[in-house]
């Protein structure tokens, strides 16, 4: 009897023991840390360029339009379901003629920015966002026919907002996603010479009311850019229209800048893992 007791309470404990192992093991797996692949596009752009800078001349100049942008999103990792960071590094150049198309007026420009923002799931497969970025840009533009000055010099700091609005859907068996984005500086700082005053005499010395606090009303700049992604398997083909709107005034100077063009681009997702580790079993949360 004793035996058989033992052997009963034996089993029962062998039981107990197998089903808090299995409860452990699965609140390790519920609270093991989520999967926050990197979404990384690397697009290229052509289309129009419209310039204007009376720094230089009263005249407007219409042309060429070409860029290169990479783009870097991916869930925040204090709270991946909810945060989601982008880092995007611009390049782009116009090259434009006057309406006499005699003169030539080029410019060369490089932004970074990198923001936050909050997502917002919605129902039909609409996902929003909404949040703060930082952005520095700098560059220059350049009037051949102009020889006693013929550069302006551009550059800022600003604190945007940024925002956008995705929808994943599939045609057939191809899934693809539509997003529009915007960018819109709220503040910060830009630079501006004097009116009529030479890079030299910035040069030499005279450099007191260069920096200008930056308001929607002296410095405004909406950037758009609507893509399509086509998900074909591991790689995706990004599509889409940017359109650039640049405007300031200060010192009795205006500066206008629109551009208009077509995107075309590859965007990947990356999973960074330790040599030797295989994927573990969790959950993974992408930015869009």
Not at 166 to 193: C, D, I, K, M
Not at 255 to 277: E, N, P, Q
Request: charged share 15%.
């Amino acid at each position: 009897m004793k035996n058989e007791k033992y052997g009963r309470m034996r089993g029962w404990m062998l039981i107990i023991l197998y089903l808090v192992g299995l409860a452990v093991g699965r609140a390790q797996n519920s609270e093991s840390k989520p999967i926050r692949p990197v979404t990384s596009a690397y697009t290229a752009e052509v289309g129009t360029g419209h310039l204007a800078d009376t720094y230089l001349t009263p005249l407007h100049y219409n042309g060429v339009h070409v860029g290169l942008r990479y783009e870097r999103t991916q869930a925040m990792k204090f709270d991946p379901e909810r945060w989601i960071m982008q880092l995007s590094l611009d390049l782009w150049g116009d090259i434009t003629k006057n309406p006499a198309k005699n003169a030539t007026m080029g410019n060369a420009m490089l932004q970074f920015s990198w923001g936050m923002m909050r997502r917002l799931r919605l129902p039909n497969s609409i996902t929003l966002g909404i949040g703060p970025s930082a952005s520095l840009s700098g560059g220059c533009l350049y009037l051949n026919r102009n020889g006693n000055n013929p550069c302006s010099a551009r550059g800022a700091v600003t604190v945007n907002a940024l925002g956008y609005a995705a929808w994943n859907h599939r045609v057939g068996h191809l899934p693809f996603t539509l997003r529009y984005q915007a960018e819109l500086p709220v503040t910060g700082a830009f630079f501006s010479p004097e009116y009529g005053q030479l890079y030299y005499q910035i040069y030499l010395g005279d450099r007191d009311g260069l920096a200008h606090a930056a308001w929607w009303g002296n410095y405004f700049l909406l950037d758009n850019l609507a893509t399509a992604d086509l998900h074909f398997g591991a790689t995706t083909l990004r599509l889409g229209y940017h359109c650039r709107i640049f405007s300031s005034k200060v010192n009795n100077l205006v500066a206008r800048d629109v551009s208009h063009s077509f995107v075309i681009g590859v965007v990947c997702d990356w999973i960074s893992l330790t040599r030797g580790k295989r994927l573990p079993d969790a959950r993974i949360i992408s930015a869009y």
